[in-house]
C-alpha cells in the first residue's frame, strides 16, 4: 500500500529563514553559532548560515496517519536522512505519502513518509511510524518528586558545562569506536521549554482542533522534539565539518513537566565507503531516574585526512550495516 496524502497546506514555515532558523534552534536548546551567528557561519566551510538537521519539522510534523480521528496518535517512530545540508533561502514543499497501514491488536500502525526537495529528487525525508491504539492513556514520563538544590545545581553544571566541536574538525582517523559522546541535558521541562517548541517548530493548532496536532492532551515534550534533541546532541559532537546523514529514533516514553532528559550516545562502528568515511552512533534519552524514554543510532560523516571534507551532496542514501 502505498497512496498520496493531500497536504492540508496548513504550514507554519516554509521557507529557511534566518528567523525561522533562529526561533526553531531556540525551541529545541541549541545555541550553535553555526545556525545563528552569520560571522561565525561565514569561516565555515558553509561560507553561511545553515539549518539545524530537523529544521524541517517547521514545515512539516512528519506524521501521515489520516483516519481514525477518534482515536489519539502516537509518534512512536522516526528515520531522516539527509543528503545535503540545509542552507538558508531554500523552500522546503513537503510530499507526503502513506506506505502501510496495518492492525496489530487493537492499534492501528501507519508508516509514512515525507520528502523535502525538488519533486523526483529529495534533498531530506522522514519516515514515521504513528500508532492510534483505542485508549486514551499516553506515555508520559513524570519528575519523581521535587527537586533538592543540590540536584538543580548539578543539572545547571551539567547544562552550562556542555561543549561541542565547532570549528575544529572531527577527523574520522581520531575517532575510535567505543568514543562515548558528552551527553546534552534538556530540563527540567518547563512550560516555558513547550512554548519555546511550539514557537519554533508548530505554530498555533487550529482553533477548531480538540487536540495538537500530535494527538497529546498532557503537557509533554513531543516526538518531534525529542528527535530533535537526539540531533544537537550528533551536531554538537561532530563539528561544523562533520554531516548528519542519517537519524533513527524510537519513543518509549515522552517528557513531562519537571522530567530532565539526558540525550547520549556511543560510536559504534567505524567504516569506509569508497570517498565516505562514516561511523555508527548508538543513541539513548533516560529520565531522571534512568528509565528509557528513546533509543536510536544514527550515521555520521566525518572528514578524513585521507580523502578531505565528506562530499556534498551525496549523490544516493548510504547503505545500513
Avoid at 519539522?57 to 536522512?81: C, F, I, K, N, Q
Avoid at 540545509?86 to 497501514?101: H, M, S, Y
Avoid at 561543549?163 to 512550560?191: D, H, N
Avoid at 546532541?233 to 532528559?261: N, Q, Y
Wanted: glycine letters at 10%; hydrophobic letters at 40%; proline letters at 8%.
Amino acid at each position: 500500500m502505498s497512496e498520496a496524502v493531500q497536504d492540508d497546506g496548513r504550514r507554519w514555515v516554509e521557507e529557511v529563514t534566518r528567523d525561522a532558523v533562529r526561533h526553531f534552534a531556540w525551541g529545541v536548546g541549541d545555541d550553535n553559532p553555526l545556525w545563528l551567528d552569520p560571522e561565525y557561519a561565514a569561516g565555515s566551510r558553509w561560507r553561511e548560515l545553515l539549518a539545524p538537521p530537523c529544521f524541517p519539522y517547521a514545515v512539516h510534523e512528519t506524521s501521515v496517519a489520516p483516519g481514525y480521528l477518534g482515536r489519539r496518535r502516537r509518534y512512536r517512530s522516526a528515520e531522516w536522512v539527509w543528503l545535503d545540508a540545509i542552507r538558508l533561502g531554500a523552500v522546503l514543499t513537503p510530499r507526503i505519502r502513506l506506505e502501510d497501514c496495518d492492525t496489530t491488536g487493537e492499534v492501528v500502525r501507519q508508516r509514512g513518509r515525507v520528502e523535502f526537495g525538488e519533486p523526483g529528487s529529495p534533498r531530506v525525508w522522514a519516515r514515521v511510524l504513528c500508532e492510534r491504539p483505542p485508549e486514551t492513556e499516553t506515555l508520559v514520563s513524570t519528575s519523581a518528586g521535587r527537586y533538592s538544590g543540590e540536584e538543580l545545581a548539578e543539572i545547571e553544571t551539567s547544562v552550562l558545562g556542555e561543549t561541542r566541536r565547532g570549528a575544529e574538525p572531527r577527523w574520522f582517523e581520531e575517532t575510535e569506536e567505543g568514543a562515548v559522546l558528552p551527553p546534552r541535558t534538556k530540563g527540567p521541562l518547563s512550560i516555558m521549554d513547550l512554548v519555546a517548541w511550539c514557537a519554533g517548530a508548530l505554530g498555533v493548532p487550529p482553533a477548531e482542533a480538540p487536540r495538537c496536532e500530535g494527538g497529546l492532551v498532557d503537557e509533554v515534550a513531543t516526538g518531534p522534539q525529542l528527535v530533535s534533541w537526539c540531533a544537537h546532541l550528533l551536531s554538537d559532537w561532530a563539528g561544523d565539518d562533520a554531516f548528519l546523514h542519517r537519524l533513527a529514533v524510537e519513543i518509549d516514553a515522552l517528557p513531562g513537566l519537571g522530567t530532565t532528559t539526558s540525550i547520549r550516545g556511543v560510536v559504534e562502528r567505524r567504516r569506509e565507503t569508497g570517498p565516505i568515511r562514516a561511523v555508527d552512533v548508538a543513541l539513548e534519552a533516560v529520565d531522571r531516574d534512568e528509565r528509557p524514554l528513546a533509543k536510536g543510532n544514527a550515521v555520521v560523516l566525518l572528514p578524513s585526512r585521507a580523502t578531505g571534507p565528506v562530499p556534498l551532496p551525496l549523490a544516493r542514501e548510504i547503505d545500513t550495516p
